[in-house]
């Protein structure tokens, strides 16, 4: 049996991603729909070896379609995702909106699969924030062999993670610098060109930006809530794929060498790890890629049972597309779409 599946912000970066995941996964997908605002009607996007004519949301009829991928921010999402739910159909939203509710799962599929039972109280199951799935991902096998206790990440994220308009600043900006022409800065609160930025979302009272809050939440919620995290997250001048140094420190001992089997054969894991020139990952080498990629695997001696590790994956896959779509497999894996039109 086909499933009928929307895709809401199929104009977006994100939104294309999704399109083109569920082609290459070959979901079984009797028919896909376009979605976007009506300022995005008639817009033609790819899929798989197929154009579609994007519809406007606003006016389409959810109660005959069993997935709906929503990726038009979180505005939308507040205003949409309850509705749709309400029809029967499941929304797997990759916005913030409802990743902290109670009542709604927020899930990778390598770290809580189980979790997506509880989609049926609202019929609607989260994302995780793009830096957050790919840490998790490296987090769980470890936690099973050794129990974390603390967690320092600081994160190289791309500008993809901002968006369309992010990507397009960084581009001119980089083209501005070799003509000499004028640098403009409209997106970022800085100039991104040849530059980082320690800055990602809005600040908060303590310090710390909405992006580090979102690592040290959604990493208790979908881990462990005993799990100590703190987080610096940083824009860097990269199209795509976000990396990570992480400082983990366990209860019970771990060396590198325990680690590096465990995670080579967790899933969603690849470990490049060759202690040599060029002998780890970067993000142009994960750009377009499915995996969690870790290198640089070492005993952090200045703490008792300390670790460190490097890790990428492409923000908008991993990070967001893919993700969405692998949720999604579960459903259809687990039998479990029945259920949501039976709790509409």
Known sequence: MGYKVAVVGATGNVGREMLDILAERAFPADEVVALASSRSLGQEVSFGDKILKVKALDTYDF????????????????????????????????????????????????????????????????????????????????????????????????????????????????????????VVTKKFTKRIAFNVIPHIDVFMEDGYTKEEWKMVAETKKMLDPKIKLTATAVRVPVFIGHAEAVNVEFERPLSPEEATEILRSAPGVLVIDKRENGGYMTPHEAAGEDATYISRIREDATVENGLNFWCVSDNLRKGAALNAVQIAEVLVNRKLLNKAKAAA
């Open 63 to 182: 109660s005959d379609t069993d997935i709906c991928l929503m990726s038009a921010g979180g505005d939308a999402s507040k205003e949409w995702s309850p509705r749709i739910g309400q029809q029967g159909c499941v929304v797997i939203d990759n916005s913030s909106a409802f990743r902290y509710d109670a009542d709604v799962p927020l899930i990778v599929p390598e770290v809580n699969a189980d979790a997506v039972v509880g989609f049926t109280k609202r019929n609607i199951i989260a994302n995780p924030n793009c830096s957050t799935a790919q840490l998790v991902v490296a987090l769980k096998p470890l936690h099973e062999a050794a129990t974390i206790k603390r967690v320092v990440v600081s994160t190289y994220q791309s500008v993809s993670g901002a968006g369309k308009d992010a990507m397009d600043e960084l581009f001119s900006q980089t083209r501005a610098v070799f003509t000499a022409g004028e």
